[in-house]
């Protein structure tokens, strides 16, 4: 048994106080944080889900949010949520003009700082090429941001469809390099997940970029006739 001077023992009880008074603290304050976040991040899933959710809910996930983000303002995870709740902010009806450009702007900037803290991740690469998409930039920073999506995600199947969405509604605008990337990745999309991937395709009228493939998927068989 260790044997501590009397005179010690006050100011050691004090500290080992002081101490788990801190450690009670910041657990109570990371529970509160990350029980905004889940908040804010089935908000982005209701959306998903449901295909829509009103003004009240995605405020109600902004605010959740930002209150993560004021105790860690650089976490990824937060500021990828955040970027999605001002995109579908940007899709409510009546939200038009330069009001909807902020929300777009806004997201852009969330999933920018996302990325310098977690460079390597493919979501965040993907929701800037899909907000780039909806501000109609389709620039070298758009062009970069599709490279990256794939190279770092490329068989993520949502990633996979972000990329073919937004590589199909914007093929005009995309160079020979872009195009031949655009249907590799349709054809690894196609392995993972065809229906998915045909009715994206069919959508936009660009079987043509499919049927090259019927004779690996049967499905396709009837709209390539």
């Known amino acids: 048994m260790v044997n501590i001077n009397p005179r010690l023992r006050p100011p050691l009880l004090l ?6 008074a801190v450690f009670v603290i910041w657990a109570a304050v990371n529970a509160l944080v990350f029980l905004q976040y889940r908040i804010a991040q089935q908000v982005t899933r209701d959306v998903v889900a449901t295909s829509g959710v ?22 990824p995870d937060f500021l990828d949520t955040k970027g999605l709740l001002l995109e579908y902010s940007a899709g409510l009806p009546g939200v038009a003009g330069q ?11 969330q999933y920018r700082k996302a990325i310098r803290n977690r460079p390597l991740w493919p979501y965040s690469w993907a929701n800037l090429v899909s907000v780039k998409d909806k501000l109609g930039e389709i620039d070298d920073d758009y062009l970069h941001a599709f490279e ?29 390099d872009e195009r031949q990337r655009a249907e590799q990745i349709i054809g690894r999309a196609m392995q993972r997940q065809g229906k998915e991937v045909f009715e994206l395709v069919r959508s936009v009228g660009r079987m043509d970029l499919l049927c090259p493939l019927q004779d690996d998927y049967p499905m396709l068989e009837s709209s390539c006739i």
């Open 15 to 20: 500290s080992l106080t002081a101490l788990i």
């Open 99 to 109: 009001e909807r450009r902020d929300l777009l702007s806004g997201a852009a900037e």
């Open 54 to 75: 009103d003004a009240d809910q995605l405020q109600t996930g902004i605010h959740a949010i930002n209150r993560s983000l004021t105790f860690y303002p650089g976490h």
């Open 148 to 176: 990256r999506s794939d190279t770092l995600g490329p068989w993520e199947p949502p990633v996979q469809l972000i990329l073919i969405r937004s590589a199909l509604l914007n093929w005009q605008e995309l160079g020979s």
